[in-house]
């Protein structure tokens, strides 16, 4: 099936970079199409606005983060436009793209649907207008790779979630369950808030080499923070299984084994 294909594919959009794929660089910076991410005065009212539209025609709202920098962003936003995908976006989906500049911009956006950060770009959140819910947190990262994801997969994938609606008792979780899901959301949390420091130190770097003119430390400092936030998505996916796993087995007094990362070198204790 494509989907489980496109699965695979983001572990290594996740490891290679949010879209600085050096072999792809350059041809990708030679077409113009897709250079969608602008700068908004305000991103929040923008998508709140989708959420509305996306209600009235009893559509899903598909936000894209990404930046014009970034190849995949720049090749996925084109694709949106594309037959056959732009068929089954505009009949399914009320689209809008958000900048997230020198990934120093969205945070406000994620906010809105209880993100706790974007591990590439571009991230695609579909969001129900109904509950305000995010409804494909598992694989939101794949969009990564856009650039290397082919036309079929990307329809499939957009068709899987248009069709998709949430269990009617989603929301009837065991309560151990929901216990181990907010310690999960904590650790994950904890996380995003480095995440967030890295994009402060790097962002500056990424924007200097955009210019020519990249720092010494550059290509280290963003392979360090790239091998930290790669890690992220897939210790948590695998956090949830197990807690899952074990409370339907009967497990009682039930202790997760978080995952402990190195400082990084710009981090102090």
């Not at 899987?160 to 949390?189: M, R, S, V």
């Not at 210019?211 to 290509?219: S, V, Y």
Request: glycine share 6%.
């Amino acid at each position: 099936m494509r989907v489980s294909s496109i699965r695979l594919r983001w572990f290594f959009a996740l490891y290679t970079g949010l879209g600085l794929v050096a072999g792809n660089i350059s041809a990708a910076e030679s077409d113009p199409d897709g250079r969608l991410f602008e700068a908004s005065p305000d991103p929040v009212a923008d998508v709140e606005q989708a959420l509305e539209r996306a209600g009235d025609g009893d559509r899903k709202a598909l936000v894209v983060l990404g930046a014009n920098w970034c190849h995949d962003s720049r090749a996925l936003a084109a694709r949106l436009h594309r037959s056959p995908l732009a068929e089954e976006i505009e009949q399914h989906y009320e689209l809008v793209f958000v900048d997230v500049g020198f990934l120093d911009k969205g945070d406000d956006v994620l906010e809105q649907f209880d993100v706790a950060q974007f591990y590439a770009t571009p991230t695609v959140l579909i969001i129900d207008p109904s509950t305000g819910r995010l409804v494909n947190d598992e694989d939101r990262h794949v969009w990564g790779d856009a650039y290397s994801i082919d036309m079929a997969t990307s329809v499939e994938y957009f068709e899987k979630w248009a069709e998709y609606e949430a269990p009617a008792d989603a929301a009837a979780a065991p309560e151990e369950l929901l216990a181990l899901y907010a310690q999960i959301d904590q650790f994950e949390q904890r996380q995003a808030m480095r995440v967030s420091g890295g994009y402060a130190v790097v962002g500056p770097m990424l924007e200097a080499y955009k210019a020519g003119d990249a720092p010494d430390n550059f290509q280290s400092s963003w392979d360090e923070l790239r091998d930290f936030r790669t890690a992220i998505p897939g210790d948590v996916r695998e956090l949830r299984a197990e807690a899952e796993r074990r409370v339907a087995a009967g497990d009682e007094d039930i202790q997760l084994e978080f995952p402990e990362y190195p400082l990084l070198s710009w981090e102090t204790e």
